[in-house]
Each structure stands twice: as structure tokens, then as C-alpha cells.
């Protein structure tokens, strides 16, 4: 989770010179009960300048956001991994990255007035 939301506090920050706010949770399961990790954010539309001051953003580069996530989260992995398990998943990883060439898949649904309906879902 500390890594998603780095990656959307960079990419408000380098765009738009703004920290967004974040709430972020992880999920084990999908709605199946299968095995299926993944990270739900919500991020203000917008966020705080360094003066202090409120400034609207209504746009997210998804494509560029699916591509980072993915460069992100196969680095996360293999930075925890021993030599040895590095020489047996690297394969997997690599197999990973090109397989996905839009990178991984990142679903984003611009709904407001829906807060705490998405708050009690991510949080449960």
C-alpha cells in the first residue's frame, strides 16, 4: 500500500505540485473468495501546495499510471527476494513485465457522492 500511494503522491507532485490525500487499503481476496491481492485507493481530486493552498486536478494518466505500477510492484517483489530466490523468480518477473505490456491493470471509476459507500467496501 505505502508504495501505490507513493506512486499516485509523485505523480500529483511532479504534474501538478500538489500533495493529494490518500486512503489506501489492501485487500487479500476478490469478490470470489479467490486468492487475488490488490490495493484499492481513493485520492482527492486535487490536493495541498507548499503554500498551504487547496488546487483542483481532473485528470489522471492512467496508461502512464498502469506502467509504473507494474515497474513499482515487480521491483517491491524483487527487492525482498535472497540471491537464490532472485535466480528462480526473476524468470516469473520478467515473464510478468512482458506479458503486460500496458502494464498492470489499474481499474479507476471517477465517482463522488459515493464516499462512504466506498469507504465501508475498502475497509472491510
Given at each position: 500500500?505505502?508504495?501505490?500511494?507513493?506512486?499516485?503522491?509523485?505523480?500529483?507532485?511532479?504534474?501538478?505540485?500538489?500533495?493529494?490525500?490518500?486512503?489506501?487499503?489492501?485487500?487479500?481476496?476478490?469478490?470470489?473468495?479467490?486468492?487475488?491481492?490488490?490495493?484499492?485507493?481513493?485520492?482527492?481530486?486535487?490536493?495541498?501546495?507548499?503554500?498551504?493552498?487547496?488546487?483542483?486536478?481532473?485528470?489522471i494518466p492512467f496508461a502512464m499510471l498502469r506502467k509504473q505500477w507494474q515497474t513499482v510492484g515487480l521491483k517491491f517483489i524483487r527487492c525482498h527476494l535472497t540471491k537464490v530466490e532472485k535466480k528462480l523468480v526473476q524468470p516469473r518477473l520478467q515473464m510478468a513485465f512482458s506479458e503486460n505490456g500496458k502494464g498492470f491493470y489499474v481499474y479507476t471509476s471517477k465517482q463522488s457522492g459515493k464516499v462512504k459507500e466506498q469507504l465501508r467496501y475498502i475497509g472491510r
Open positions: 500500500m505505502d508504495k501505490a500511494a507513493r506512486l499516485i503522491i509523485d505523480l500529483f507532485q511532479k504534474k501538478v505540485k500538489v500533495t493529494p490525500g490518500i486512503i489506501a487499503g489492501l485487500h487479500t481476496f476478490g469478490s470470489r473468495i479467490n486468492y487475488n491481492p490488490h490495493v484499492h485507493i481513493m485520492v482527492t481530486m486535487g490536493g495541498i501546495t507548499k503554500e498551504g493552498e487547496w488546487k483542483g486536478y481532473d485528470f
